[in-house]
């Protein structure tokens, strides 16, 4: 479904230039959900804006569906790709009721029956007609999400590309969120990537994981290996060890961490 | 957070309709918004009063046919009405050509309402549109738009205004013109400014990301955040137009006698200053009035719509 080959991303050049990611290559079959895992600045946010447009290619390729990406993207690519940003209480209008937010993509692409699939989209989230006029300020974070899904599922995409869809809500809603997104990707045969620093929302939601760090891949590993603890890799075990939470007696931490 | 206030739970009939937290339709969303807004407003008395002034001048230029008593025009008979001071015929004296100064101040409210207006509804949209496109765009576009904005912010208003006239000749049309030409610049700062805040936004970008156009973003989901901060401006802007216009006119290069324009009556009654202190007096009054009505209305906009404030 989606393949990214040697993806490489610069921003800046002379002595601002900045390497966000190094050559980067991974596979993802349809249906499938594939984590990007590392610690902040690693790149994998940035990976995820390359592969949708909002961040440039430098070089190396990324497939869609076998075609390659054009830049800018095409009308026919957003039908397919869609995202979630990490943020709820930014990625909504803030002057833009619910109803003004969900019938902006079906405007944008000429879409019929803008009413009947307003409402279905409110339904796939688990929200009901009641939240359709409302403005995000009389919504709660967990609700806002649901609306930001709601909006990206609403053109029926078939990859979802979700920008650590969890980390800026509580404990309790971000179960929530990662059972409904669980829940969607089942019933509509979505293909996710999911970026996180969270190695339990990856585990849970993904099969398949890349650990990156500094822009650059480090293992390609799978979430039931995540979870027996076999991690091949000298960083991937530091971050399964830091995502056990603190211990007293634990070992010091890698010096490559504090990098 | 700031949009839902404690509601009590006594509020029946059309307040809990406006304020119901589930709206049922666009407008019933839209109108509770308008009237957390109001209520927020209402509770400034100042700003309540400049509304009041601001609304009566609406009304005084609607009806002026029907209030004043005189002709703004036709004078009297100059023999014997030439000058009087205020009295119960002729409410606030007559002037040099026994024109009842009243009417003249009622009619004189139209041309400055149409002064306001005029160039509301020109500098607006430019400057809108200007510090929008180069603010969302940025590069070259945004140096090129910028830089004709300073050009046009480096002349002092009246000066330009006095050029600007000069060249196309005398008139309150071209007075308008020469106004609205040049209060643009500020405008299109201030939206600049606001559209910088929000470009690199997430609900930008997921709106770019939806495959919307340019043209789609800056008018549906930039232009709407920042024309609250624009219309605090404009209000506030209002009492320096009002002031540059009625500048013009008593300079003689704005409204042409016999319109009755305030600031061109207060240029006449200058001869008489002394003596006769309600020729030049009461259209200056007239002026102050107005100035001030905006000036309050425009300071309780700020405090609603100011984005920083409100969430």
């Known amino acids: 479904m989606l393949d990214i080959q040697k ?53 190396g390729r990324v497939l869609v569906d076998g075609a390659e990406v054009t830049t800018p993207r095409s009308k026919a690519f957003y039908r397919t790709v869609q995202m979630v940003f990490q ?18 993509p079906l405007a944008i692409h000429g879409e019929k029956d803008t009413e009947t699939r307003i409402l279905q989209a409110l339904r796939e989230v688990g929200l009901g007609p009641s939240f359709r006029f409302r403005y995000p300020h009389q919504l709660s974070g967990g609700q806002r999400q649901r609306i930001a899904i709601a909006r990206a599922l609403i053109l029926r995409p078939k990859v979802l590309l979700l920008d650590e869809p969890t980390s800026a809500l509580d404990a309790s809603v971000q179960a929530e969120i990662l059972n409904l997104l669980d829940d969607l990707r089942r019933k509509m045969g979505l293909t996710y990537i999911l970026v996180s620093h969270d190695l339990a929302v990856v585990a849970h939601l993904c099969e398949r994981l890349l650990v990156m760090r500094h822009g650059e891949a480090v293992e390609e590993t799978t979430s039931a290996a995540l979870r027996s603890g076999a991690a091949s890799n000298e960083y991937t075990q530091s971050l399964i060890q830091a995502s056990q939470g603190f211990t007293r007696n634990a070992k ?8 | 957070m700031a949009g839902s206030p404690a509601l009590s739970p006594s509020s029946t009939g059309w307040r809990a309709w406006l304020l119901s937290p589930e709206p049922h339709s666009r407008w019933q969303a839209r109108l509770g918004r308008f009237y957390l807004g ?19 001048l609406i009304l005084v230029a609607l009806f002026a046919d029907v209030i004043a008593p005189y002709s703004p025009v036709a004078g009297g008979d100059l023999r014997t009405q030439r000058l009087l ?40 949209p430019i400057g809108l549109l200007v510090g929008t496109v180069a603010g969302y765009l940025g590069g070259w576009v945004d140096t090129v738009l910028m830089r004709i904005t300073d050009i046009f912010l480096a002349f002092p208003r009246l000066v330009l205004a006095l050029a600007f006239v000069a060249a196309l000749g005398p008139g309150i049309e071209n007075a308008i013109i020469a106004i609205a030409i040049t209060s643009w610049p500020p405008y299109a700062r ?13 609900f930008i970008a997921s709106v770019k990301l939806q495959g919307a156009s340019t043209p789609r973003i800056i008018l549906g989901h930039v232009v709407p955040l ?22 013009l006119g008593f300079l003689g290069l704005g409204a042409q006698p016999p319109m009755p324009e305030w600031g061109a009556m207060v240029a006449t009654g200058r001869n008489y200053l002394i003596d006769q202190w309600w020729v030049a007096a009461m259209p200056g009054i007239a002026i102050f009035v107005v100035s001030l009505g905006f000036n309050l209305l425009g300071d309780g906009l700020r405090d609603v719509l100011d984005p920083k404030a409100a969430k």
């Open chain 1, 7 to 59: 993806l490489q991303v610069v921003f800046g050049t002379g002595r601002l230039r900045v390497d966000a990611v190094k050559d980067v290559s991974f596979h993802v079959e349809p249906g499938e959900a594939y984590g990007l895992v590392g610690e902040s600045g690693s790149g994998k946010s940035t990976v995820l804006r390359a592969i949708c447009g909002l961040a440039p290619i430098t070089s």
């Open chain 1, 87 to 104: 943020d709820p209480y930014a990625s909504l209008h803030p002057r833009h009721t619910v109803d003004r937010t969900l019938s902006e």
């Open chain 1, 252 to 259: 010091p931490p890698l010096q490559s961490l504090a990098g």
């Open chain 2, 38 to 56: 109001w209520r927020a407003f209402s509770r400034n008395p100042l700003a309540v009063i400049g509304l009041g002034i601001v609304l009566l």
């Open chain 2, 85 to 124: 001071p205020p009295s119960e015929t002729f409410w606030l004296g007559t002037d040099d050509q026994a024109r009842d100064i009243f009417s003249r101040i009622v009619y004189g409210s139209r041309i400055t309402l149409f002064v306001v207006v005029l160039v509301a509804l020109i500098a607006t």
């Open chain 2, 190 to 202: 201030i939206a600049r400014a606001e559209t910088l805040m929000v470009r690199n936004s997430d």
């Open chain 2, 226 to 247: 920042c024309v609250s901060s624009l219309i605090v401006r404009v209000t506030l802007d209002m009492a320096g137009i009002i002031l540059t216009a009625a500048g």
